[in-house]
C-alpha cells in the first residue's frame, strides 16, 4: 500500500519525502507488506488516495498504480504519484518495483507465503515535491492467509540517495505486525471484509550534512493503524490510518497526527 | 429414370449425418472437480476463474473456498490432464491436488 511521510527537519523548510510502500496485491497489508503477488498475465490498476498531517503541515497524494503478473510467483509494477502539499503542488517521484514469492506452502483453506521485493524510487518528479534523490528499498515479508485469520510481517530497509542539496539523508528501517479477521467468511462471488490491525515502526538514521550531521533529523515512531479491506470478484476497496502511539524523533522535528490512504483495485 | 427415390434418399443420409455430427459435437460436457490448495480469499481467486474463461469450451465455473474446491464444465471433445491443471493453478498462485470427471451426453 502507499502511504506518504515527510522528511522533516527545521533546517531544510519545505523539503518533503514521498514513502510508498508497495501497492498491495490481493490480501496484504494497508501500510506493511505482504507476499502477496498478482497471477500469470494478470493485471491491477489501482488508485490511491492518502494523506498526511504533522502539526501544521499537511499533505495529500494521489497515485495511479500499475502491475502485471510475470508468473504465478512474481509481479512488477510502477507507481505514478501526483502531491498536493501546503508549500506545492506536482508530480512525485515514480517508482518501480518488482515482488517474488518465493516460497509458498498451501492446504486446505490457507496460504502460508514469503516474498522478497525491491523498490527503486529515482528522482523523477517536479523539483517542488520530489526528494531529488534516487531511493532504493529492499524488504522481506511472510504471510499467513486463512479463511477466517490472518497474519503478516514484513521488514524494509531503505537505502536513501544524497539530493540535490547535498545532503545524506539518512537511511531508514520499517518493520510492520498485522493481524488480520475475517468474520464472516462468504462465497467465491460474493462481498467479503476483512478487519485489520497493524503495528508500524519506523526508524529513521540521522541526516548529514557535509559529513556532519543534522540534529533535527533522524528517530523512531511506531503506528497502530486499523484498517479493512472489502472485495467483491475482482474488485477490492482498502482503507486505513495510521495513529502515531510512540515517537522518538530526534531535535526539533514535526510530529505525525496521523497517516490515511484508501485505495481502490481492480484486478483484470 | 427415377429421380424422387434417389433424391429422398441423398436428403435422408444428409439428414442422419448432420444429427449424428450434431449430437457428438454439441450433446457431450464433462464436469471437473479439482481439489486445490490455498484457497483462502476470494479475490485472490478471481484468477481461476479468468483462466479458465481463457479455455474455449468452459462455463459453470465456480470455486468453494471452505472446501476447496474448482467446479468447471468442458463442452465438445476436449479433455483436461492433471499436468495442465496443475500448471494452470500454479499460474493462478494455488496448489491443484486432484480432479475427478463426470461426462453427461
Known amino acids: 500500500m502507499n502511504h506518504t511521510t515527510r522528511f522533516r527537519t527545521t533546517s531544510v523548510p519545505g523539503l518533503i519525502a514521498l514513502l510508498i510502500s508497495l501497492p498491495a496485491a490481493a490480501h496484504d497489508p494497508i501500510f506493511g507488506v505482504g507476499p502477496h503477488v498478482l497471477f500469470k498475465n494478470g493485471m491491477e490498476v489501482a488508485l490511491e488516495l492518502e494523506a498526511e498531517s504533522a502539526d501544521s503541515d499537511n499533505e495529500q497524494a494521489l497515485a495511479v498504480d500499475l502491475a502485471w503478473g510475470i508468473t504465478g510467483d512474481w509481479a512488477a509494477g510502477l507507481t505514478l504519484p501526483y502531491v498536493f502539499g501546503d508549500e506545492a503542488d506536482g508530480r ?22 514469503a516474498a522478497v521485493f525491491a523498490k527503486w524510487i529515482p528522482d523523477s518528479g517536479d523539483s517542488a515535491v520530489s526528494k531529488q534523490a534516487d531511493d532504493l528499498i529492499l ?36 518493520l510492520d505486525f498485522v493481524a488480520g479477521w475475517r468474520p464472516d467468511p462468504r462465497g467465491y462471488r460474493e462481498p467479503d471484509t476483512v478487519w485489520l490491525l497493524e503495528l508500524n515502526g519506523e526508524y529513521g538514521k540521522q541526516a548529514r550534512l557535509g559529513g556532519a550531521r543534522l540534529p533535527d533529523s533522524g528517530g523512531t515512531e511506531w503506528f ?6 472489502w472485495t467483491e470478484r475482482n474488485f477490492a476497496i482498502k482503507a486505513g490510518v495510521q495513529i502515531p502511539v510512540l515517537e522518538r524523533l530526534r531535535g526539533t522535528q514535526l510530529a505525525s497526527d496521523y497517516r490515511a490512504t484508501i485505495d481502490f483495485e481492480w484486478h483484470l | ?10 436428403m435422408l443420409a444428409t439428414l442422419l449425418l448432420g444429427s449424428a455430427i450434431n449430437h457428438s459435437v454439441l450433446a457431450e460436457s464433462t464436469r471437473y472437480e479439482m481439489r486445490v490448495d490455498g484457497l483462502a480469499c476470494p479475490f485472490c481467486a478471481y484468477g481461476i476463474e479468468k483462466k479458465f474463461k481463457a479455455i474455449e469450451g468452459t462455463r459453470n465455473i465456480d470455486v468453494d473456498l471452505d472446501k476447496g474446491l474448482v467446479t468447471v464444465e468442458l463442452q465438445g471433445q476436449r479433455r483436461f490432464t492433471d499436468e495442465e491443471m496443475k500448471k494452470l493453478f500454479a499460474d493462478s498462485g494455488f496448489t491443484f491436488r486432484s480432479m475427478k470427471t463426470e461426462t453427461h451426453e
Do not use: C, H
Open chain 1, 139 to 174: 524488504g522481506l515479508a511472510y504471510g499467513y492467509e486463512g479463511r477466517k485469520r490472518y497474519r503478516w510481517a514484513s521488514l524494509r530497509y531503505r537505502f536513501n540517495g544524497e539530493n540535490d542539496a547535498g545532503i545524506d539523508r539518512g537511511d531508514r528501517v520499517l
Open chain 2, 1 to 10: 429414370m427415377n429421380i424422387i427415390p434417389k433424391t429422398r434418399s441423398l
Open chain 1, 224 to 229: 497502530l493503524s486499523p484498517g479493512i479491506f
Open chain 1, 92 to 113: 512525485g517521484d515514480i517508482a518501480l518495483y518488482s515482488k517474488y514469492r518465493f516460497w509458498r506452502q498451501d492446504s486446505l483453506g490457507l496460504q502460508e507465503s
